[in-house]
């Protein structure tokens, strides 16, 4: 049994990626719902409300990134004779036999995606993790790995899926047909549902992220349905 860790000195390499990834869309996210739920301008009472939320979002970004970054300290990849597993805080674990995993891929960033037969079984391996090579060289006699110069598969799907969230909700807001509006509605609850479900049996997510994906069906059911009542009543 053979078990691999993330380099001490690559927390905070780890909480830049973090960031990089995560605060472009979240900060864009953030503009468009305050300019579409508060009717921004350019009066000083508008900018301040960005700036202040803009603030807010950098703070609590920079934090979240911190304690992610953190909770690295207790990752661990175990390689035996038969499994591959990986284990860390917050996070449920994944076991893997070696007959489960559909392909090993490298990223052009250095890091690996052990994907299993069910698409919720995946291993991210991070670049930041200690011998490296020998981790590389033990991957590759599980199976032949795949490099990959772009995103995976995976993220495409999120991607595609980040899209398709967008035009519903572009669809809701501009529509000024009830029938549209409704159906756009019924569309988009049933994508929120179903993307909910899809992170509880996310092993990459925290526990605390899957509990709290729940709370955006009931929000989103609100919004829909106050703007109904003040759009068509």
Do not use: C
């Not at 605060?23 to 301008?41: A, W």
């Not at 409704?182 to 899957?210: D, P, T, V, W």
Request: hydrophobic share 40%; no cysteine; net charge positive.
């Amino acid at each position: 049994m053979t078990q691999f860790r993330i380099k001490e000195a690559s927390i905070q390499s780890i909480k830049n990626d973090i960031l990089i990834k995560t605060s472009p869309i979240v900060i864009l996210v953030t503009i468009i719902v305050l300019y579409l739920s508060n009717d921004f301008d350019d009066s000083s009472s508008s900018i301040m409300t960005l700036l202040f939320t803009f603030g807010m979002i950098v703070y609590v970004l920079n934090n979240s990134a911190k304690k992610q970054a953190s909770a690295f300290n207790s990752y661990i990849i175990t390689i035996d004779n038969e499994t591959i597993s990986r284990e860390k805080t917050g996070l449920s674990p994944i076991f893997l036999a070696f007959n489960e995993i559909s392909e090993i891929t490298k990223k052009s960033d250095g890091s690996f995606l052990v994907q299993g037969v069910n698409p919720q079984d995946q291993i991210i391996i991070p670049k930041q993790i200690d011998n490296y090579e020998s981790l590389e060289k033990y991957l590759s006699e599980i199976r032949p790995i795949k490099i990959i110069k772009g995103r995976t598969k995976h993220e495409n799907i999120m991607l595609l899926r980040g899209g398709i969230g967008f035009l519903l909700f572009a669809s809701i807001y501009f529509s000024k047909d009830k029938i549209t509006y409704i159906i756009s509605g019924i569309i988009l609850m049933i994508f929120i549902s179903y993307s909910s479900y899809q992170m509880s049996n996310n092993k990459n997510a925290e526990e605390k992220i899957k509990k709290w994906s729940f709370l955006i069906i009931p929000t989103v059911a609100i919004f829909i349905i106050k703007e109904y009542i003040k759009r068509f009543n």
